[in-house]
């Protein structure tokens, strides 16, 4: 949760213009893509994507490290995300059971 709070934190610092760590906004066209590349995965699906980045970022070749890293940072946030979801929904279960 505390991984959702920061980003959250600092995309409203973005919007005022105080940029933290991650630098200026995304522009809006490749944050929508970014969206659109992780909406709908699951944990495991997320995990393996971070893996295949990390490996791309590590591997020496040309690429454009601003966006992969960009990309590697909002995932983690995702990550956060979908547990979070998970852990909410098990709850919300679990509280139902209960209560039949």
Do not use: F
Request: charged share 25%.
């Amino acid at each position: 949760m505390m991984v959702v709070c920061k980003d959250r934190l600092e995309t409203l610092r973005n919007d005022a213009g105080q940029y933290g760590r991650r630098g200026p906004p995304v522009n809006a066209e490749v944050q929508a893509s970014i969206v659109n590349l992780l909406s709908g995965k699951s944990y495991e699906q997320l995990q393996e994507l971070q893996r295949s980045i990390q490996a791309k970022l590590n591997s020496g070749d040309p690429i454009d490290t601003d966006y992969w890293e960009g990309l590697l940072k909002n995932l983690v946030v995702w990550k956060a995300k979908v547990s979070g979801l998970c852990c909410a929904s098990n709850m919300i279960t679990q509280t139902k059971y209960r209560q039949s």
